[in-house]
């Protein structure tokens, strides 16, 4: 009895050294990569993701001070996350980048798919299923053309690109459905046929979107090329 107790407690106390190390191990993968008095090439990525996104005005000089500080913070505030001025592990991903001193491929991709399914859940809530998976695939054909950004994160947060962005509503928690369809399309399944462009033709007001060659329709959007 008394041999099994000291099994016992020797396999507790492995179980609590192992949570420990994995706790510090994914804390440390939290921890900042660019910040307020850094400088170089991490810098000068992040300075370039914020120009194009509309947060940052001016050249990507490589130097982390107080004008890409109020655009890291106003990127954080605007898109739902931790407000710190701090590009960590989920900024990075938000802006696109896998910087490789805390952001872990695995980490990114989940970052990525919770992002898409964030863009569905803003612009196909209350859509059919297939119409949430259509939209997932039009950002994804984005990625894939010369005619757009090359990052799921790029594509969302075109300037102007969705109106869930411009309204706050990509901040909204996604239900399962809007994950599972953001999932679907990274699988492959594209409803679309490649559509580009998609719209409500009831609600949209701009003009320019109905130059484009509609495919088909779902639910209440029209997909286009």
């Known amino acids: 009895m008394h041999s099994e107790n000291k099994r016992n407690h020797f396999t507790q106390w492995l179980a609590a050294l192992i949570a420990f190390a994995l706790f510090f191990c994914l804390a440390r993968a939290d921890a900042a990569v660019v910040a307020w008095g850094s400088k ?52 990075a991903a938000a802006l696109g980048l896998n910087l490789p001193s805390s952001v872990s491929a695995a980490a990114y991709n989940e970052n990525e798919t919770y992002l898409l399914g964030r863009l569905v859940h ?14 997932a695939a039009v950002v994804l054909n984005r990625v894939r053309s010369s005619a757009f950004p090359n ?44 559509c580009l462009y998609y719209y409500n033709p009831v609600t949209s007001t701009n003009q320019w979107i109905w130059t484009r060659q509609v495919q088909l329709s779902i639910g209440k959007h029209n997909f286009a090329i």
């Open 122 to 135: 803003g612009e196909a809530r209350g859509e059919p299923y297939v119409g949430k998976v259509a939209v």
């Open 151 to 194: 990052t799921i994160a790029g594509v969302i947060y075109q300037t102007g690109a969705f109106d869930a962005v411009a309204d706050g509503q990509i901040n909204l928690t996604p239900d399962e459905d809007s994950l599972r369809a953001a999932r679907d399309a990274l699988g492959g399944w594209d409803p679309t046929g490649g």
């Open 40 to 91: 170089g090439e991490q810098v000068r990525q992040v300075q370039q993701k914020l120009i194009e996104y509309g947060y940052l005005k001016g050249t990507a000089d490589g130097v982390f001070g107080q004008k890409t500080y109020d655009a890291v913070v106003w990127f954080q505030r605007k898109n739902g996350l931790s407000v710190d001025g701090v590009v960590g592990r989920k900024t």
